[in-house]
T-cell receptor
């Protein structure tokens, strides 16, 4: 596709259940980011991938959060034993990865997660 | 440490008028880029405009322009001839050479009034 896609668009789950969020970056983009946007807040950095490697996982809020990327393309963000405070919009972004600070990130439409 | 501050949580403007959104940043780097992103109710973040720090000329994109004051570390966004479709959350962001991290401000919610 032409842009970054994310699925599902919306997810409602019960507290304690696990969820998987998917991001499909722009073809050829080697750099991929996950952000969390809580209601009325800015973007909170979660994790960054360069290819399949995640050199910076420092933004993951707890060990319940994990992410992986395979084949240098699709990434999944997994939240185990979800809590109500995990409710937020999870945004994925990608860029080409050639020259970090010169590049524009392109965002997906996000997944809105609601934990009941 | 790199920081981005947006001090206006909400703003409104009449259709066809001009509005300026403020952003200040802090960095010790010389090479950095600044961005304004728009997030409409659809949630899709869209790049509005970007500015390279080494360029003195302010970036412009149609009705959108920036006032980049490097010494003051200020990067404001001016929207001319505001349209109803400009209603959105606007985020200021920065990134510096040698890092992959993009730092975002907390956003300004802009409402264009008919």
């Amino acid at each position: 596709g032409a842009g970054v896609s994310q699925s599902p668009s919306n997810k409602v789950t019960e507290k304690g259940k696990d969820v998987e969020l998917r991001c499909d970056p722009i073809s050829g983009h080697t750099a991929l980011y996950w952000y969390r946007q809580s209601l009325g807040q800015g973007l909170e950095f979660l994790i960054y991938f360069q290819g399949n490697s995640a050199p910076d996982k420092s933004g993951l809020p707890s060990d319940r959060f994990s992410a992986e990327r395979t084949g240098g393309s699709v990434s999944t963000l997994t939240i185990q034993r979800t809590q109500q405070e995990d409710s937020a919009v999870y945004l994925c972004a990608s860029r080409t990865g050639d020259t970090p600070y010169q590049e524009t990130q392109y965002f997906g439409p996000g997944t809105r997660l609601l934990v009941l | 440490a790199q920081t981005v501050t947006q001090s206006q949580p909400e703003m409104s403007v009449q259709e066809a008028e001009t509005v300026t959104l403020s952003c200040t940043y802090d960095t010790s780097e010389n090479n950095y880029y600044l961005f304004w992103y728009k997030q409409p109710p659809s949630r899709q973040m869209i790049l509005v405009i970007r500015q390279e720090a080494y360029k003195q000329q302010n970036a412009t994109e149609n009705r959108f322009s920036v006032n980049f004051q490097k010494a003051a570390k200020s990067f404001s966004l001016k929207i001319s001839d505001s349209q109803l479709g400009d209603t959105a959350m606007y985020f200021c962001a920065s990134t510096t050479s040698g890092t992959y991290k993009y730092i975002f401000g907390t956003g300004t919610r802009l409402k264009v009034l008919a």
